[in-house]
């Protein structure tokens, strides 16, 4: 299967909310999380702004986008906003070649680390960052802190959600 990583073009970014949403049904499997399934996706403006900053990119399957990567900086890491790969595309290694074109990036940037926040007992979500090599971050700088704070005004419940960074050498 040949997958291509490339920056998000305008032309993409309406085709991103779909893949999404396709993403969150996986969610439909887990009682307490079933919500997300049914979820709003991140409005084509946002992404556009990603796109603006350099900050997005997509993987292309026979030249159409099935997944996505977001990101935005922070003072000593690149910080994972959102990555969403389509239902059937799942499984395939896409996620890991977007998350090491963000590591590349990261670095190109002078960053230090990668961060994001996840669940953390989904299974393609802590266990799998996990196995990318990612470690769970108790001590939080304030931009996590203020990521956890959002997360949990938004109706996660903070207990089920961790900060993980992965270091860049």
């Not at 799998?128 to 971050?137: Q, S």
Request: glycine share 8%.
């Amino acid at each position: 299967m040949n997958i291509i990583i490339r920056p998000t073009t305008e032309r993409d970014v309406a085709l991103l909310p779909a893949i999404e949403r396709a993403a969150g049904q996986r969610f439909g499997d887990y009682p307490e999380l079933a919500w997300l399934a049914d979820a709003d996706a991140i409005p084509a403006e946002c992404h556009h702004g990603y796109v603006e900053k350099g900050l997005s990119w997509v993987a292309l399957a026979h030249g159409h986008p099935v997944a996505f990567i977001l990101a935005e900086v922070h003072p000593s890491s690149l910080f994972i906003v959102e990555l969403s790969v389509h239902l059937d595309w799942q499984g395939k290694g896409i996620g890991r070649q977007l998350i090491a074109r963000v590591a590349e990036q990261a670095r190109t940037l002078g960053l230090a680390s990668l961060t994001l926040t996840t669940f953390r007992d989904v299974p393609w979500n802590a266990p799998f960052y996990a196995r990318l090599g990612f470690e769970e971050v108790t001590a939080l700088a304030p931009e996590l802190r203020r990521k956890r704070e959002e997360e949990a005004e938004h109706g996660l419940a903070y207990g089920s959600r961790c900060a993980m960074h992965l270091p860049l050498s």
